[in-house]
């Protein structure tokens, strides 16, 4: 046989081969697909009957309603799922209700936020513009008003209500849904609800009650979404079914089940509370907060508050609208107690001081103080006023300070009386000086906030005024139109603060009306009327009115701005004509007092030409007639002219001008005794009452007078010429 009849016996081989596959395979397909046949249409049957559907929904239904529940209950987390840390809580009724606001300052729960300081520091802004606002100084300018300050920072895992309601950010047409931090959204509420779905659906799914199949089920896949009014649940649920005798068959399940719970609402409603409670001290969260739903038309919701000792105070936000299994959907979150915050109290600065005060006005305080958790509407609040003394002298509250009425301390906030909060004391001498006051308030829990008043008590300039018309036998309210008076005003004195340089103003108004003399502020202690050095005979600037001068003094300290740090004194003087002063120590009237040889003083002595003895003034302090004989003199003279200039007993008296005497000197020789003997008097004027300057007359003159002893007072040597004397 040749090559070429064994090739085509090996192709024909090969074609007769391929075609008994190709039957073959044909034969075997047609048989699988009649036996495939044969078993997916009852497993098709299976999976369009109710049964499987009610394994699911079923427990879809479970659990979706047990998820919210508890990620209500809790807070917005579900424990030991997709969040696996811990995150502080309170036990409440059973449920572990997480923290969603915590205290900047306690410590406890979270760290210390460190822009916020202690107090007296507390509270600082922590949402200022400008990071320079940051710091210890910041609470100068506290008020509740300020919308600057954080009153508590919020939970895991970002500083705001946690975690998001959404894993991503998502806006479509008819629904929306945000995460504010993409790094958090993994925990958002989402995704925790579709994390516990696809873990628990599987575990509650149980096929083993269906004989006819062998089910098993894959990692299912849930999607949750936010409506208005419910939350979807929708997953995607892959299970196995194999009949017996078969290979396994895959199928993924779709199921869609709604929750008509407003969670989307209420977690909204929650997110504002939250956000208005640290950011506004003065919010009420129940009375605010159910404002804000009305206002927001959430509808029928109900926002409750319930404190717990010691530390919390659970916020519940209940939806009547919202229902699982016949009971209202509950949203609830804790809060941590926070410090109060005092409002700063300003005042006018004084140096080192912060309140300047003067004695014997009357401290009043009235504080204004907030608590966070709104402590004052559901607690008694604590009001303490320490430290105004030094410490170790301190008075216990009710010696100090005096409550004021009920109707005189109603807080803006709790629109009630706190007596406690509001205190006046009256100042007393003795408080007079630098103290610090100390006003804390505080929580039934013992937090607290306070501020240190650094306060200056001032004394007011304790005047000491003396009038002095320099006559000691005159009352020194009275004065005349004709004699000194001196108003003095330098022992004056004040103590605070130091160096004390004090300025006077001295007013001083006639009967008439018309001003006198008037000095405005400045370092004049004495006023001299008319003038520090009177001349007797010319008193121009004196009182020149008689009835009642009004002389009104003011004294303040330099230091001191304060026009209420003004000590006046008002004094009045009865201005007569003259003064009635009798010399107590015998002067005679003006101007014979100043005599040396007379009966009225030594050799030498001069005396105040004012404190002659007034015989010209009446009893009622009135001028005398020109008929009053003022004054009676005798002096000896030689038988020189009583005028002579060079005479020891020239112008007697230093008044007598112009008198002759008549001297008969013929009938004597130069060395016999030629004494005279000189009578003189005097009158009043009628319009002086301290000075004898009425008309002069000679009584008499004698002569034929001898020296009455030597040496005397009245000892008559006379050595005018060198050939003649007056002889002894």
């Not at 919202?322 to 600065?349: C, H, Q, T, W």
């Not at 014997?360 to 958790?373: G, K």
């Not at 009642?548 to 003011?554: D, G, M, P, S, V």
């Not at 004509?577 to 014979?592: D, I, K, M, T, W």
Request: hydrophobic share 30%; aromatic share 12%; charged share 25%.
């Amino acid at each position: 046989m040749s090559k070429a009849q064994v090739t085509l016996f090996i192709i024909l081989g090969i074609v007769i081969l391929f075609f008994f596959f190709f039957v073959f395979y044909i034969t075997e397909t047609a048989h699988e697909k009649r036996l495939e046949a044969k078993i997916e249409k009852p497993i098709a049957d299976f999976l369009k009957s109710k049964t499987i559907n009610y394994y699911v929904v079923t427990c879809l239904d479970k659990k979706s309603k047990e998820a919210l529940t508890l990620i209500g209950n809790q807070g917005g987390f579900i424990y030991d799922k997709l969040i696996n840390w811990n995150i502080p809580y309170v036990d409440y009724k059973g449920k572990k209700v997480a923290y969603q606001i915590y205290s900047d300052l306690s410590g406890k729960l979270r760290e210390k936020n460190p822009a916020i300081y202690n107090p007296p520091y507390y509270p600082c802004f922590t949402k200022a513009p400008n990071p320079a606002w940051v710091g210890e100084d910041c609470y100068l300018t506290y008020d509740h008003n300020k919308k600057q300050y954080m009153f508590g920072k919020t939970g895991d895992p970002k500083n705001n209500i946690n975690p998001d309601l959404c894993k991503e950010t998502i806006t479509t047409t008819g629904y929306s849904c945000t995460c504010s931090d993409p790094l958090n959204c993994k925990y958002s509420i989402q995704s925790q609800l579709e994390d516990y779905i696809q873990k628990e659906v599987k575990k509650c799914i149980d096929f083993s009650s269906i004989k006819e199949y062998d089910i098993t089920t894959g990692d299912i896949i849930a999607n949750v979404t936010f409506g208005s009014n419910n939350v979807l649940f929708q997953i995607d649920f892959p299970i196995t079914i194999k009949v017996k005798g078969s290979e396994p068959i895959i199928k993924v399940l779709h199921f869609s089940l709604p929750q008509q719970i407003r969670f989307k609402t209420i977690y909204n409603l929650a997110k504002a509370l939250i956000e208005k409670d640290t950011d506004d001290i003065a919010f009420d969260i129940v009375r605010d907060g159910q404002d804000l739903a009305t206002e927001k038309k959430y509808g029928d919701i109900k926002i409750i508050r319930d404190n717990i000792f010691p530390n919390a105070s659970i916020i519940i936000i209940e939806d009547n609208k919202s229902k699982i299994d016949g009971e209202k959907y509950v949203f609830m979150f804790a809060r941590e107690n926070r410090n109060p915050a005092l409002d700063y109290m300003k005042f006018d600065e004084f140096k080192d001081y912060d309140l300047y005060i003067i004695e014997n006005q009357t401290l009043n305080f009235t504080p204004i103080a907030y608590d966070p958790d709104e402590d004052g509407i559901t607690k008694n609040l604590l009001y303490d006023y320490t430290d105004w003394y030094p410490i170790d002298k301190q008075l216990e509250l009710s010696r100090i300070y005096k409550s004021p009425e009920d109707h005189e301390c109603i807080h803006p906030f709790s629109e009630t009386s706190e007596q406690g909060r509001c205190a006046t004391y009256d100042l007393r001498k003795s408080d007079i000086g630098p103290h610090k006051l100390t006003i804390k308030f505080q929580d039934s829990e013992r937090l607290y906030d306070y501020q240190k008043i650094n306060i200056l008590v001032d004394d007011i300039p304790n005047i000491n005024l003396e009038l002095n018309n320099t006559y000691l036998d005159i009352d020194n309210n009275f004065a005349s139109i004709e004699d000194p008076f001196i108003f003095d005003a330098s022992k004056t004195k004040d103590e605070w603060p130091k160096p004390v340089v004090l300025l006077f103003k001295w007013e001083h108004t006639k009967p008439d009306n018309n001003f006198g003399f008037n000095y405005d502020w400045g370092d004049i202690k004495k006023v001299y009327l008319p003038n520090q050095n009177p001349d007797i005979n010319d008193m121009d600037g004196y009182f020149d009115s008689t009835g009642i001068h009004n002389i009104k003094l003011e004294v303040k300290n330099q230091q001191i701005t304060p026009l209420e740090n003004i000590a006046t004194n008002l004094s009045q003087i009865i201005v007569t004509e003259c003064l009635p002063h009798r010399n107590v120590q015998g002067h005679a009237s003006y101007p014979f007092n100043n005599i040396d040889w007379d009966d009225y003083g030594y050799k030498g002595t001069v005396v105040d030409n004012f404190q002659g003895d007034h015989t010209c003034c009446k009893d009622d302090g009135t001028y005398e007639p020109s008929n009053k004989i003022c004054y009676e003199l005798i002096d000896y003279g030689c038988f020189v002219d009583f005028t002579d200039p060079n005479s020891e007993y020239y112008n007697p008296g230093g008044a007598i001008t112009g008198l002759t005497p008549i001297i008969d000197y013929k009938e004597h020789s130069t060395d016999q005794q030629q004494v005279y003997k000189r009578t003189l008097i005097r009158k009043c004027s009628s319009n002086r009452g301290n000075i004898c300057n009425g008309v002069v007359e000679t009584y008499k003159i004698e002569w034929d007078h001898t020296c009455t002893g030597y040496p005397t007072p009245r000892r008559c040597v006379h050595s005018t010429s060198s050939g003649a004397a007056c002889k002894y």
